[in-house]
């Protein structure tokens, strides 16, 4: 049995990675989600989670898994969940996600910032991102 109910889940690379930000464990499946095992290494924590940040959604690609928070942390998995980098994200960390997907070849990350802008980054390794779109309408 495992603990913590898991609310985000991606593909890459042969494999589903499932993530409980309750728990913060993460999970594999390399046969299509039949069967599951629980990695050894949680994703990262987050510096303000004790303020309500949690991390919001994770998108897979180009090799890798890029997690987004809440507030605009990124964290990148190359090892299908084992070890975590924290990327850097152009805008701070004082901005609200949106979402975060995976299209011919970029990783796009919308959100909203403090002060009511919307933006569109992108990045082919989630570590490296660059402004698509500013003031999203």
Do not use: H
Not at 9 to 23: D, P, R
């Amino acid at each position: 049995s495992y603990g913590g109910r898991c609310n985000m889940v991606a593909y890459t690379n042969g494999a589903f990675l499932a993530v409980s930000n309750a728990t913060r464990n993460t999970y594999v499946s390399t046969d299509a989600g039949i069967t599951w095992t629980q990695n050894v290494n949680l994703i990262p924590s987050l510096p303000n989670s004790g303020s309500g940040d949690s991390w919001a959604e994770i998108a897979g690609g180009n090799n890798r898994i890029v997690a987004v928070s809440q507030w605009g942390y990124v964290s990148v998995t190359t090892d299908k969940g084992v070890t975590w980098s924290s990327a850097v994200n152009p805008y701070g960390n004082s901005v609200t996600s949106t979402g975060i997907t995976f299209y011919n070849g970029l990783f796009y990350f919308l959100y909203n910032s403090t002060l009511s802008q919307t933006f569109i980054i992108t990045s082919p390794d989630g570590i490296n991102w660059t402004t698509l779109v500013y003031k999203v309408l």
